[in-house]
């Protein structure tokens, strides 16, 4: 809550949070607000809040705070928001979101009076203000249920996958994509556990975030492409993969599970191959060549 600067009749900068009570991982929304009622002539942000035991991620704010009217305690202010931050709990327990010390200079007024300026006139005050922290309880995570598959995605998903030909020859390359969709903490999901068949060369997928950050929250999608290449002539099978996650408003967890897909692999060509991006494995060995 706000408190009082009676001098000068306005209140400090506010640290809030949409929960006090969340589980490890869970997105918490945190406002730093400014509450006043004088004129500001500047302002500075001395410290910023560190947020320990929190994986974060700010909320773009504009450059100039935009101005509006609020009511703390039955007291009517202007109001500004200073910060917003979507934070993630990493461990459970008590957590504490700091404060966020802020300076500024007020214009208050003064009853000094002279022949020029009968009525009184203007001084600068430079205050330092400072919010209160907040503490939240973080939640372990239920044991009961969990999938085997579970890696701390949290929120709520769903998930398309894809593959981009059936038919194809040896040494050619195929490309899968996995593209998990919702609200949550996108930037923390790890790709599926994948078991591809020996004769199918497979290197670490290709990250592909479309991510953005508002009050309400993080939204958006992480898609992993992975890039295969079949070595021998055959059928394949790629089985089926699991995507789970905590669904943080049921309470529950949920499992997402793939289509199983078909690979028709011909004899290709002695010593071809196919154009390849770029890949994280240091040596890529083709049939007869090494490429380093």
């Known amino acids: 809550t706000a408190y009082e600067i009676k001098e000068c009749d306005w209140s400090s900068d506010v640290c809030s949070s949409d929960l006090t009570k969340a589980y490890q991982g869970e997105q918490i929304s945190v406002s730093y607000t400014l509450y006043f009622k004088t004129d500001i002539v ?6 910023l809040p560190a947020l320990n035991g929190f994986w974060t991620q700010d909320v773009k704010m504009p450059q100039q705070a935009k101005v509006y009217s609020a009511t703390v305690e039955g007291v009517r202010y202007n109001a500004a928001d200073l910060k917003k931050t979507i934070a993630f709990p990493q461990r459970s327990g008590t957590l504490e979101i700091d404060p966020m010390e802020f ?11 002279s022949i020029w300026n009968p ?7 430079e205050y330092l203000v400072k919010s209160k ?5 973080v939640l372990p995570l239920p044991t009961a249920n969990r999938p085997a598959d579970f890696k701390g995605a949290m929120g709520k ?13 040896a040494n050619e390359a195929v490309t899968l994509t996995i593209k998990i969709s919702g609200k949550g903490n996108l930037k923390l999901i790890d790709p599926p556990g994948i078991s591809f068949p020996p004769d199918i060369e497979s290197y670490d997928p290709k990250i592909i975030d479309k991510i ?16 295969l290449i079949p070595r021998h002539a055959g059928e394949y099978k790629i089985k089926p993969f699991g995507f789970s996650y905590f669904d943080t408003g049921k309470k529950s967890y949920i499992s997402l599970s793939s289509p199983e897909y078909d690979l028709s692999v011909e004899k290709g ?9 770029t890949v994280n494995k240091e040596n890529v060995k083709f049939i007869g060549s090494d490429i380093m």
């Not at 500047?42 to 410290?47: F, I, L, R």
């Open 42 to 47: 500047s302002n500075e942000v001395t410290k």
């Open 103 to 113: 300076k500024c200079v007020v214009r208050t007024r003064t009853n000094t009076r």
């Open 119 to 125: 009525f009184g006139g203007y001084k600068d005050v």
């Open 133 to 137: 922290p907040v503490k939240i309880t």
């Open 157 to 169: 998903f769903t998930m398309k996958t894809n593959i981009d030909k059936n038919s194809l020859k």
């Open 212 to 227: 953005s950050t508002a009050t309400s929250g993080v939204t958006g999608s992480r898609t992993f492409e992975y890039l």
């Open 269 to 277: 060509e002695e010593g071809s191959v196919s154009t390849l991006s």
